[in-house]
């Protein structure tokens, strides 16, 4: 790098230091207080309510197009038919083992609700370029791993409305937790 670097961003940073390392000089003052658009905070809410579905955003995607996605994004790590690969075992089967000692976990075996895979791909998958999948293509591959696992026909194309629908064999595996939250009580003098 070295010579001219003259051209400076809006934030008042040089343009040009590009290297992998390069050092950001700081802003010349924080930047605190300055408000968050609705368009920039739509990109960080992304919680669904999995039991029911509710935040599950707009699109849809079948069956059929969620293997062409699987094949050009996934099955490098989870091998072929979502069978297990170099860096993850099955994601297909083991349905009802959760009572034996044998426990295969995949999403058929132990999610509880659909919802969760989406849910899941979305924010982590692929690992190595998390969150780079339209919404259209996590419904589809989500279909298709759902279809695998013997939980929707080769046909079925999912949206918000059908994922939430779909029945999941380890529903009600789980036990619930109704323990009441616990009361803090903020005290400085005196306390219990
Ligand atoms: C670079 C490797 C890599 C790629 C590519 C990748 N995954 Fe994964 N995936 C992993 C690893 C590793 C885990 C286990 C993560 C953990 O347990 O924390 C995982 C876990 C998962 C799980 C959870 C499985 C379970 O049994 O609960 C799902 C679902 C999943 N991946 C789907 C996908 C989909 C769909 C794609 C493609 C869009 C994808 N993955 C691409 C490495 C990868």
Known sequence: MGGSMTAKSASG??????????????PDKPRFGQPMSEADLAAWNIDIRTPDGRGLPAGRGSVAEGRKVY????????????????MYGTMVGG???FTTNTRVL???????YAPIL???????MPMDRPQTLSADEVYAVSAYLL???GLVSADAVMDAARLAQVQMPNRNGFLL?????????????SCK
Do not use: W
């Not at 937790?177 to 003098?189: E, K």
């Open 147 to 149: 279809n695998l696992n």
């Open 13 to 26: 940073i040089p343009l040009g230091s590009t290297g992998p390392h390069a050092v950001q000089p700081l």
């Open 95 to 97: 349905i009802g083992s």
């Open 106 to 112: 995949t999403p058929g075996s132990m999610y509880p």
């Open 177 to 189: 937790d109704d323990r009441p939250d616990t009361r803090a009580q903020r005290c400085m003098t």
């Open 71 to 86: 094949e050009a994004k996934c099955v490098a790590c989870h091998g072929a038919d979502a069978k297990g690969g170099p």
């Open 118 to 124: 989406f849910d899941y791909i979305r924010r982590a």
